[in-house]
């Protein structure tokens, strides 16, 4: 009953930009911590965004401060992650997760219960 679902991933050129959304339901995404995770192929799983419920103080992963801004649209129950000046090391699937409100956003895999399936991103010239 709780479902995260991520969209808005494709195929996009270095220095373009995409916007990624994640749609909550079974529950309202403004009480919860939402983080956002990236796998490429060979690689492990990071944390590259997250906000913390119910203040919206948002975290980032040194690689992507000033490129990547994750936000909520509480009326759409939905987080989004906009991606900006898209690198060819940014491709990989993209996952939202999501923790009960009370705690910090983390950046750390363990720290999610519930996960969506997440959406590719393709960074090619």
């Known amino acids: 009953q709780l479902q995260l679902v991520e969209s808005g991933g494709g195929l996009v050129q270095p220095g373009g930009s995409l916007r990624l959304s994640c749609a909550a339901s079974?529950?309202?995404?403004?009480?919860?911590?939402i983080g956002w995770f990236r796998q490429a192929p060979g690689k492990e799983r990071e944390g590259v965004s997250c906000?913390?419920?119910?203040?919206?103080?948002?975290s980032y992963t040194d690689s992507v401060k000033g490129r990547f801004t994750i936000s909520r649209d509480a009326a759409k129950n939905t987080v989004y992650l906009q991606m900006n000046s898209l690198k060819p090391e940014d491709p990989a699937i993209y996952y939202c997760?999501?923790?009960?409100?009370?705690?910090?956003?983390?950046?750390?895999?363990?720290?999610?219960?519930?996960w969506g399936q997440g959406t590719q991103v393709t960074v090619a010239s």
């Open positions: 997760a999501a923790r009960k409100a009370g705690y910090d956003c983390s950046l750390r895999q363990s720290y999610y219960p519930t």
């Open positions: 079974g529950f309202r995404s403004d009480s919860y911590a």
């Open positions: 906000m913390r419920s119910p203040d919206g103080s948002t």
